[in-house]
């Protein structure tokens, strides 16, 4: 079964830096394209960026570029996304999701995980 | 950066009606590269649609796409309970970012 499994919640403070991941399994990690997308309570999915696993390409969108940091591991099939110092505006869920097509940058997202809920505050 | 606006906010439809979802793009959306994703609360969201026409693996034929260009839809035929949900359209045509459009909430009347 192509599946990915992320992370679980995480609960920080400002200021404080974190990592969260998102394992991908039953197809060929290296082969697709991964994005990440913030849901804010109660409202829409935000498109952040993406990274192919087989070269550690990536792309941001402009208002996450500088902000957080897309990674990946392929010896272990999983990809990150990581703060250096978190914000209560970063309260969020996290979703990744692997494109539809190899090798496809520019694609919809077929398969994801079940998100990563995380809560910033003092 | 291509935005896309989705109307209605709020659909208030009854079970077996057919339901029309509209987004409309700032720009044209190259080689139609818009999809529309299903999300109930709880639950990270569900692909429908790509390539603006083309169901994804086990949606059943009740949901269709279509539009280019700027304008798209998403019809679904005969409500069923389980449909109603909150829709999303998104472009990939340009990128980055692939963008979504600010949802369509499709609640029981």
């Known amino acids: 079964e192509v599946q990915l499994v992320q992370s679980g919640a995480e609960v920080k403070k400002p200021g404080e830096s974190l990592k969260i991941s998102c394992k991908g399994s039953?197809?060929?990690?290296?082969?697709?394209?991964i994005g990440w997308v913030r849901q804010m309570p109660g409202k829409g999915l935000e498109w952040m960026g993406i990274?192919?696993?087989?070269?550690?390409?990536?792309r941001y969108s402009p208002s996450f570029q500088g902000q957080v940091t897309i990674s990946a591991d392929k010896s272990i099939s999983t990809a990150y996304l990581q703060w250096s110092s978190l914000k209560a505006s970063d309260t969020a869920m996290y979703y990744c999701?692997?494109?539809?097509?190899?090798?496809?940058?520019?694609?919809?997202?077929?398969?994801w995980g079940q998100g990563t809920m995380v809560t910033v505050s003092s | 950066e291509i935005v896309l606006t989705q109307s209605p906010g709020t659909l208030s439809l009854s079970p077996g009606e057919r339901a029309t979802l509209s987004c409309r793009a700032s720009?044209?959306?190259?080689?139609?590269?818009l999809a529309w994703y299903q999300q109930k609360p709880g639950q990270a969201p569900r692909l429908l649609i790509y390539?603006?026409?083309s169901r994804a693996t086990g949606i059943p034929d009740r949901f269709s796409g279509s539009g280019s260009g700027t304008d798209f839809t998403l019809t679904i035929s005969r409500l069923e309970p389980e449909d109603f949900a909150v829709y999303y359209c998104?472009?990939?045509?340009?990128?980055?970012?692939?963008?979504f459009g600010q949802g369509t909430k499709l609640e029981i009347k």
């Open positions: 720009q044209s959306v190259s080689s139609s590269y």
């Open positions: 039953g197809y060929s990690f290296t082969s697709y394209w």
């Open positions: 990274i192919y696993p087989g070269d550690s390409d990536t």
């Open positions: 998104q472009q990939y045509g340009s990128s980055p970012p692939c963008t």
């Open positions: 999701a692997r494109v539809l097509v190899p090798a496809t940058a520019r694609d919809a997202f077929d398969i």
């Open positions: 390539g603006a026409s």
